[in-house]
């Protein structure tokens, strides 16, 4: 092939190629891809944020209310009044803190068995049962017999209450031993 003028001109190795001769856009160079612009993630960061405010937030509510809940779950004894009062002398003089709970009228967290019971062991508590007495208003008395370290054997007479459910109770302080006690 021949090359005069006019004639288009061998192509030349390494050399850009000609612009188009009718006046179109001139030819496009390459570019390597651009990285993605990074997305401002404030949104999602202040939602995590929050979620955990929130989450920490609702567990402090709850441990609150679970410290300040001083129910106890009892399992009274089924039968009257006698099977209640044994069962609560039987619980000291055993030093048992669930017996203990479960036949206390007023079982809480603020006043546990299990620290009852240790000052049972502590100042060595026995009871003895006496008789049945009669008192005022609807509930049952018994006489028992409380003896401790460095106080002489006390006679008092420990209440017991009847409950909307039908079973019975007995009043004891904090420490466990028949509200009546003299210190």
Not at 49 to 64: M, N
Not at 89 to 96: F, I, S
Not at 122 to 127: A, K, S
Not at 149 to 155: C, E, F, L, M, S
């Amino acid at each position: 092939m021949t090359y005069g003028p006019g004639s288009p001109q061998p192509p030349q190795w390494g050399a850009p190629p000609p612009a188009p001769q009718w006046g179109g856009p001139p030819p496009q160079q390459w570019q390597p891809p651009q990285p993605p612009k990074k997305r401002r993630r404030i949104g999602l960061i202040i939602g995590i944020c929050l979620g955990a405010v929130v989450l920490l937030a609702g567990g402090g509510v709850a441990i609150f209310i679970v410290a300040t809940d001083d129910s106890v779950e009892v399992h009274r004894p089924a039968g009257g009044p006698e099977v209640v009062v044994k069962a609560y002398v039987d619980a000291v003089n055993r030093r048992d803190p669930i017996g203990l709970q479960n036949v206390n009228c007023h079982a809480s967290t603020e006043y546990p068995a299990t620290r009852a019971v240790q000052s049972f062991d502590e100042d060595n508590v026995r009871i003895r049962l006496g008789k049945p007495t009669t008192g005022p208003g609807d509930g049952a008395f018994f006489e028992v017999e409380v003896t401790r370290n460095a106080h002489p054997a006390t006679t008092t007479r420990l209440d017991l209450n009847r409950e909307e459910a039908g079973t019975w109770c007995v009043f004891v302080t904090g420490d466990g031993l028949p509200a009546n006690l003299p210190p």
